[in-house]
Structures are given as C-alpha cells and as structure tokens.
C-alpha cells in the first residue's frame, strides 16, 4: 500500500491551498481516508476523514475552512484548506484504513502517507 501526498507549499494567510493523496495497492472505495497534520514541537492531530460513502469528520479548528473529499475512481482524496491561518502550518499526513465508518483516531489507521508541508505566512 503506498499513499503519496501531494500539494503542499508556502502560502499567506487567507489563501488556499489543495492537497492530494494518491493511494496505490488498495481497493480505495474500501478503505476510509483521513487527513492528520503534526506542527513541530506538537502531537499529530485530526484534521478531516471520509469514508467512502462521503460520509465526514472534521477537526473543530478547520470546520468552515477545509474540505475533504475523494474520487474513488482515481484512488485520491483531497483536502481543500481556505482561509488558511499561520496555525495551520504543519506537515501534512494522509492516512487509510478499511472500514466503512468514520474513524478519528490515529491508531485505526493503517497506512500513513509521507507528509507534505504547509507554511503560512502572517
């Protein structure tokens, strides 16, 4: 099983930006998807997940803000971040795990991507 982020950059706050997560050697419309992210110093923390029926959770701190989805025909899902504030600024970790329900913990995950860095600027 591989999980490639993608889609993370330098950006001001109040801008946007789009991650994506490739999944490879997965039945993808098995497995429920989530978006982690870990800022230094801090612990990694929930930020969205969806199963494959759509169904969503997300982080008090991103709900308005971010957008997680998926196309299960390509295999990926996606995170769209607006409004974003220096607060977001992480690295960010796709993470995947069969089940067909929303799953917010980290130790129901089983597959965890690389990480792709998000820096807002103030």
């Known amino acids: 099983v591989q999980l490639q982020a993608s889609g993370g950059g330098l950006v001001q706050a109040g801008g946007s930006l789009r991650l994506s997560c490739a999944a490879s050697?997965?039945?993808?419309?098995?497995?429920?998807m989530g978006w982690y992210r870990q800022a230094p110093g801090k612990q990694r923390e929930l930020v969205a997940t969806?199963?494959?029926?759509?169904?969503?959770n997300y982080a008090d701190s991103v709900k308005d803000r971010f957008t997680i989805s998926r196309d299960n025909a390509k295999s990926t899902v996606y995170l769209q971040m607006n409004s974003l504030k220096p607060e977001d600024t992480a690295v960010y970790y796709c993470a995947a795990s069969e089940g067909s329900t929303v799953m917010s913990m980290i130790y129901e995950y089983d597959y965890w991507g690389q990480g792709t860095l998000v820096t807002v600027s103030s």
């Open positions: 969806i199963t494959s029926g759509g169904s969503t």
């Open positions: 050697g997965v039945t993808f419309s098995s497995y429920v």
